[in-house]
């Protein structure tokens, strides 16, 4: 187990270390000069989306197998998850108050690489001959490229990412944190997130949609109302522990108790890795659902997939970090002098008991449950739709994936969290780098969709590359 560790450390210093954030904040950049800040000119527009009407002019029933909503809801699923609360957790606690704020920074150009990402699923999916869809970067890549065997390789990838970031994570936080609030034993909620699981993926992107559609806005709402409560009661200490995301972004950390401090680089791995591992901006997962919408037009679609970054990092994970920041949990002579200091699930546990006392434990196991379920659902079709490119439509492809996908929910739940998170990083490393290169290389096409040419051109050419024509 030792050796396998040190293996997956050593790709991590790679993937979340210099050239990791450089492609994936640089990339990010990139794209938001070539098309010319799409993010910011279309930020209302991607609001104006969630209440517009599925009318005929929107949307196409019959080529698609959910609405654009529920597609967007599907794909928040997989982002809002226990990376909001262990996640966030993990980089304050490893990278200092400064990691938030490069969180921030790879949300902001992060809204244009998932806008980017989820137009090209959208544009280079295909609509097999029983009406499912198939899309995401391995489509974009083989039909906008002509690299299959580099979309064979993300699919792999994907696939393999799947139980880790969309499942073992989940799965363990959420036990840790039900036995933490509510002494539930860890198999216990493994078997019965395991049971729930499979009760809704085994009807597919369908099922897995109008859950997520119900689901998700009801947890997101119930947990931003609750941190804002904890924020209220500390309110005066809101400007120091903004302060502090601003300060320590761009200056070490000052030694406390002893402790050496948090190095500016050490900052900005945490924040980029924790960020991308939230919103998955680049990881190239979401386009694989979007992809799946009744959406006519790949631009309404990239509208949702800004919406879907802002309402993950900019409000639900800075909501967390400000509670952990005005707790008074964090970073204290005692928080330090403690081995080993809290963490993860168990930090933010800390801040907000320490706030609303003896509901803050049962509060976020709760959230826990939810987020994680709710992520394992759409990283389930995620990881299924990747076997599946490479593999070939089998029904009994389809069951068995889904099948492992249940087992590994118990598994996950009974590790430890060391080895889960490693994990999870070098999967999600190694699913960044193919999707990137077709972001970069695909910026002309994408400027032809966003700048180039007129509505009606966008949905002949769409309706062309569906055909593969």
Same mark, same amino acid.
């Given at each position: 187990?030792?050796?396998?560790?040190?293996?997956?450390?050593?790709?991590? @210093?790679?993937?979340?270390?210099?050239?990791?954030?450089?492609?994936?904040?640089?990339?990010?950049?990139?794209?938001?000069?070539?098309?010319?800040?799409?993010?910011?000119?279309?930020?209302?527009?991607?609001?104006?989306?969630?209440?517009?009407?599925?009318?005929?002019?929107?949307?196409?029933?019959?080529?698609?197998?959910?609405?654009?909503?529920?597609?967007?809801?599907?794909?928040?699923?997989?982002?809002?998850?226990?990376?909001?609360?262990?996640?966030?957790?993990?980089?304050?606690?490893?990278?200092?108050?400064?990691?938030?704020? $490069?969180? $921030?920074?790879?949300?902001?150009?992060?809204?244009?690489?998932?806008?980017?990402?989820?137009?090209?699923?959208?544009?280079?999916?295909?609509?097999?001959?029983?009406?499912?869809?198939?899309?995401?970067?391995?489509?974009?890549?083989?039909?906008?490229?002509?690299?299959? $065997?580099?979309?064979?390789?993300?699919?792999?990838?994907?696939?393999?990412?799947?139980?880790?970031?969309?499942?073992?994570?989940?799965?363990?936080?959420?036990?840790?944190?039900?036995?933490?609030?509510? @002494?539930?034993?860890?198999? *216990?909620?493994?078997?019965?997130?395991?049971?729930?699981?499979?009760?809704?993926?085994?009807?597919?992107?369908?099922?897995?949609?109008?859950?997520?559609?119900?689901?998700?806005?009801?947890?997101?709402?119930?947990?931003?109302?609750?941190?804002?409560?904890?924020?209220?009661?500390?309110?005066?200490?809101?400007?120091? *522990?903004?302060?502090?995301?601003?300060?320590? *972004?761009?200056?070490?950390?000052?030694?406390?108790?002893?402790?050496?401090?948090?190095?500016?680089?050490?900052?900005?791995?945490?924040?980029?890795?924790?960020?991308?591992?939230?919103?998955?901006?680049?990881?190239?997962?979401?386009?694989?659902?979007?992809?799946?919408?009744?959406?006519?037009?790949? %631009?309404?679609?990239?509208?949702?997939?800004?919406?879907?970054?802002?309402?993950?990092?900019?409000?639900?994970?800075?909501?967390?970090?400000?509670?952990?920041?005005?707790?008074?949990?964090?970073?204290?002579?005692?928080?330090?002098?403690?081995?080993?200091?809290?963490?993860?699930?168990?930090?933010?546990? *800390?801040?907000?008991?320490?706030?609303?006392?003896?509901?803050?434990?049962?509060?976020?196991?709760?959230?826990?449950?939810?987020?994680?379920?709710?992520?394992?659902?759409?990283?389930?079709?995620?990881?299924? /739709?990747?076997?599946?490119?490479?593999?070939?439509? /089998?029904?009994?492809?389809?069951?068995?994936?889904?099948?492992?996908?249940?087992?590994?929910?118990?598994?996950?739940?009974?590790?430890? %969290?060391?080895?889960?998170?490693?994990?999870?990083?070098?999967?999600?490393?190694?699913?960044?780098?193919?999707?990137?290169?077709?972001?970069?290389?695909?910026?002309?096409?994408?400027?032809?969709?966003?700048?180039?040419?007129?509505?009606?051109?966008?949905?002949?050419?769409?309706?062309?590359?569906?055909?593969?024509?």
């Amino acid at each position: 187990m030792e050796v396998i560790m040190g293996a997956m450390d050593w790709v991590n @210093g790679i993937a979340w270390g210099w050239p990791g954030m450089i492609v994936v904040v640089g990339g990010g950049l990139y794209l938001t000069i070539r098309l010319a800040g799409f993010q910011f000119v279309n930020f209302g527009r991607a609001f104006k989306m969630l209440k517009r009407r599925a009318t005929p002019d929107i949307v196409d029933t019959t080529k698609g197998q959910i609405t654009p909503l529920q597609s967007l809801w599907a794909a928040t699923a997989a982002t809002v998850g226990n990376g909001n609360l262990a996640g966030v957790a993990t980089a304050i606690a490893m990278g200092g108050p400064g990691a938030v704020f $490069w969180m $921030w920074i790879t949300a902001l150009v992060g809204m244009a690489t998932k806008s980017a990402e989820v137009m090209l699923g959208r544009h280079f999916r295909t609509v097999n001959p029983d009406g499912s869809i198939s899309g995401g970067p391995m489509y974009y890549l083989t039909k906008g490229l002509n690299l299959k $065997w580099l979309g064979w390789i993300f699919a792999l990838f994907a696939a393999i990412a799947a139980p880790g970031i969309g499942l073992m994570v989940q799965s363990n936080s959420s036990a840790f944190a039900l036995e933490f609030g509510f @002494g539930i034993p860890r198999l *216990a909620t493994g078997l019965v997130m395991a049971i729930a699981l499979g009760l809704v993926i085994i009807g597919g992107i369908k099922i897995i949609g109008r859950v997520t559609e119900a689901l998700v806005p009801f947890m997101c709402v119930i947990y931003i109302l609750a941190a804002l409560v904890v924020l209220a009661i500390n309110v005066v200490d809101i400007p120091s *522990a903004l302060g502090s995301i601003f300060q320590y *972004a761009f200056t070490p950390t000052a030694p406390i108790a002893g402790f050496l401090g948090y190095a500016v680089a050490q900052s900005m791995r945490f924040g980029v890795a924790r960020g991308i591992f939230s919103n998955e901006a680049g990881l190239g997962s979401a386009p694989i659902v979007h992809a799946a919408s009744t959406i006519k037009n790949p %631009i309404h679609q990239g509208y949702l997939g800004i919406f879907e970054v802002f309402l993950d990092t900019i409000v639900v994970c800075t909501m967390t970090a400000l509670v952990i920041l005005t707790s008074g949990v964090f970073g204290t002579a005692a928080y330090f002098a403690t081995e080993p200091f809290l963490t993860s699930t168990p930090l933010t546990i *800390a801040a907000y008991s320490a706030t609303i006392g003896g509901l803050g434990a049962p509060l976020v196991a709760v959230a826990s449950f939810l987020f994680g379920f709710s992520t394992m659902l759409t990283w389930s079709y995620y990881g299924e /739709r990747s076997l599946c490119f490479i593999t070939g439509e /089998r029904r009994v492809i389809h069951l068995a994936y889904r099948s492992l996908f249940v087992v590994l929910c118990v598994w996950g739940a009974l590790q430890q %969290i060391a080895f889960v998170w490693l994990f999870t990083d070098t999967t999600n490393g190694l699913m960044l780098l193919p999707n990137m290169i077709a972001l970069v290389l695909l910026a002309g096409t994408l400027f032809k969709l966003t700048k180039g040419w007129g509505k009606e051109d966008i949905l002949r050419r769409v309706e062309q590359v569906e055909k593969g024509e």
